[in-house]
């Protein structure tokens, strides 16, 4: 688990493939890594993954063909700035919110607008996820947890202050940015409660209310 809250702006210091798997190698710049271990989760833009290896410079770990599928990591290049946090622990003060490291879908930048200091990045993901993202609820934008200031359909709307700007890698994005998505982890759970659905299906707000009549939770 982690807090959504950014730790460093690593870099993608090597890519190998492996038999259609890749090996990440991570260049983590001021993550402090003295406490890790083998084993150890390490979010890398929102997807959490296994550190198999450390060098004086960051980890290296393994990515598999359904993540890559399933993100934006297997656009990567060497180079490639990406936010980095280490997993919590029970000292871990949760500055944002509960977040799995594991990926929803793949959003992508529509604009970006000044809004003051601040910049207001407007976002489009796939209808399935449209339902998880409610206004000042919670969603996390490459392992950033922020909360969401304006919905419509599959479009929402972040503010990114000046501090979130400089110390993620929100600087770097441009309109059709691909970026990972990972909605709420409790309106997933309470979701998969009341309708039973396990597919990633368009669900309606009806079918939802439909659901909750049936087990008794309004009339």
């Given at each position: 688990?982690?807090?959504?809250i ?12 492996d ?6 190698v ?12 083998l ?10 993954l ?10 290296a ?7 890559l599928?399933?993100?934006s990591l297997?656009?990567l290049?060497?180079g490639?700035?990406v ?10 003060a ?9 990926v ?9 607008i ?26 996390t934008?490459?392992g950033?947890?922020?909360?969401v200031?304006w ?27 691909q970026?990972n ?9 309470l ?26 939770f309004?009339?």
């Open positions: 688990m982690f807090t959504g950014i730790q460093a702006v690593g870099s993608i210091a090597s890519i190998e493939s038999g259609g798997d890749k090996r990440l991570i260049n983590t710049a001021d993550l402090q890594l003295s406490d890790s271990e084993g150890d989760s390490i979010a890398v833009n929102g997807v959490c296994t550190a198999v290896s450390y060098d004086t410079q960051g980890f770990a393994d990515v598999s063909l359904e993540t599928d399933k993100t297997g656009s290049k060497t490639s700035p936010n980095l946090e280490k997993a919590l622990t029970l000292n871990t949760l500055g944002g919110h509960l977040v799995s490291g594991h929803d879908g793949v959003g992508s930048v529509v604009s970006l000044e809004d003051a200091r601040s910049i207001r990045y407007r976002f489009e993901v796939d209808a399935s996820l449209q339902h998880y993202i409610a206004e000042k609820g919670s969603v934008i490459d950033t947890s922020l909360t200031n919905v419509e359909n599959n479009l929402f709307e972040v503010n990114i202050v000046p501090h979130t700007q400089q110390k993620t890698i929100f600087g770097n994005y441009q309109e059709n940015t970026v998505i990972e909605v709420d982890i409790i309106a997933r759970y979701e998969r409660l009341i309708t039973g659905k396990a597919d990633k299906t368009p669900i309606s707000d009806n079918q939802i209310l439909s659901a909750l009549a049936e087990s008794g309004i009339e």
